[in-house]
């Protein structure tokens, strides 16, 4: 199993009202994935999302991993998600942007996609029916892999056209591309993107354990893939999660116990419309209900109850590694953690990705190598860098002595 962390650019309250405020936020976020970087994290997600306050004000997260990519050498940057209607924005700037992030991760960033998150969101694109992306997003997520291999990309679809021959760069940086991801939510959703060849990315607002049939759903999906859309499988399950990881079980259990955690959850229930409700519905401005007025007097007996449905991991390191062993074979190939941790302050957050990355995650990742970098060693080529015949024209016979590479 491998780890990763998922950053958003939360900033909740009255703090996404001051600009200082998100300036400093969204800058801790950065920290955190420069900082795993040094513990042994895998993966990073940066979200997109679009005029969802408070929830996530991270609109452009290829800005936020050019600045990790500079400051760090092993982390794998991955856009969660990147939503693909051509309303939005016309494909090419999807391929151009992946390969160029391609270029200057050194080959450590990955491709996560979706139809979006919800009918508020979509609408700032003047994108009124939810509905209609799907069909977007299946026409788009095939051509990308096209216009990273052809010189000569040409397309005529329902969606968007590139009216004739454009070589469409950068290409991506040496062998294969980035892998590629879609955000899953129900069972067919699941096995589409296994029986494409591409990773799945689940997020556990019921306990994990009801995920089980989905995770099936892809893993069969993937075994019976014999056409991927890109030059590789990527075979992939990442599921999100919550951690609390502190040097002492009463340290942990008291952040999860603080006043506001499940805010977070209010938001998602608001803005995400595209999906079902947390069990308890409670919808943004109503207030989270608390875990210690729900303990009744035994709050380790529910916090025990949460950490057995799988909604999260808390204690110290060998606890957590003993639930998540508890777990038995769930079927997920990725673990990835949301941060800010709610009610866990900026150092505490830092504690937990140390504590967690150099004591628990040596138990169950021992490869440092990534499975994605396995993956793409696999790459072929698919379609061919010509699409047409090369054109009866005069080619050049004198270039700049400057230049990387001679004529002939």
């Keep these: 199993m491998e780890f990763g962390i998922f950053l958003n650019g939360y900033i909740p309250g009255p703090a996404a009202h001051i600009t200082e405020l998100?300036?400093?936020?969204?800058?801790r976020e950065a920290e955190y994935?420069?900082?795993?970087?040094?513990?042994?994290?895998?993966y990073a997600w940066f979200g997109e999302h679009h005029a969802l306050v408070e929830y996530s004000h991270m609109s452009a997260p290829e800005v936020v991993m050019g600045w990790v990519a500079a400051q760090t050498d092993y982390i794998h940057l991955s856009s969660g998600i990147n939503s693909l209607s051509p309303r939005?924005?016309?494909?090419?700037?999807?391929?151009?942007?992946?390969?160029m992030l391609d270029h200057f991760t050194n080959r450590r960033f990955e491709w996560g996609t979706?139809?979006?998150?919800?009918?508020?969101?979509?609408?700032?694109?003047?994108?009124?029916d939810k509905n209609s992306t799907k069909s977007e997003w299946d026409e788009v997520v095939r051509e990308i892999p096209r216009m990273w291999e052809q010189v000569d990309y040409e397309f005529h679809g329902e969606s968007f056209t590139v009216p004739y021959p454009h070589n469409v760069l950068p290409k991506p940086n040496g062998q294969g591309h980035p892998p590629i991801w879609v955000a899953a939510g129900n069972p067919p959703t699941f096995a589409k993107a296994g029986e494409l060849g591409i990773g799945a990315i689940a997020f556990n607002f019921e306990p994990i354990y009801a995920l089980?049939?989905?995770i099936d759903a892809y893993k069969e999906g993937i075994a019976n893939c014999t056409e991927p859309i890109g030059q590789f499988k990527n075979d992939n399950m990442m599921i999100t999660n919550s951690v609390i990881c502190c040097e002492t079980r009463e340290e942990a259990r008291n952040i999860a116990l603080r006043n506001g955690?499940?805010?977070?959850?209010?938001?998602?229930?608001?803005?995400?419309?595209?999906m079902p409700k947390s069990q308890d519905a409670i919808t943004w401005p109503t207030s989270p209900l608390q875990l210690r007025d729900l303990a009744a007097g035994d709050p380790d007996a529910l916090l025990d109850g949460l950490i057995e449905?799988?909604?999260?991991?808390?204690g110290t390191p060998d606890e957590v590694c003993e639930q998540i062993t508890n777990w038995g074979n769930v079927g997920m190939d990725q673990l990835c953690f949301g941060l800010p941790i709610e009610g866990m302050h900026h150092e505490e957050i830092l504690a937990t990705l140390e504590l967690f990355g150099d004591k628990v995650i040596p138990e169950f990742d021992k490869d440092r190598k990534h499975s994605t970098d396995y993956y793409r060693e696999q790459a072929k080529p698919k379609f061919g860098t010509f699409a047409h015949p090369l054109p009866d024209i005069e080619w050049p016979t004198l270039i700049p002595g400057s230049a990387l590479k001679a004529l002939g």
Excluded at 22 to 27: D, G, M, Q, R, S
């Design 114 to 128: 979706g139809r979006g998150a919800g009918s508020h969101e979509m609408a700032t694109f003047n994108i009124m």
């Design 212 to 214: 089980r049939d989905r």
């Design 33 to 42: 994935a420069i900082f795993a970087d040094k513990h042994n994290w895998k």
């Design 261 to 274: 955690r499940g805010y977070l959850v209010t938001m998602v229930n608001l803005y995400h419309d595209t």
């Design 88 to 99: 939005k924005e016309h494909p090419v700037r999807y391929a151009e942007r992946a390969a």
């Design 22 to 27: 998100e300036h400093k936020e969204l800058f």
């Design 309 to 314: 449905a799988g909604y999260m991991l808390i």
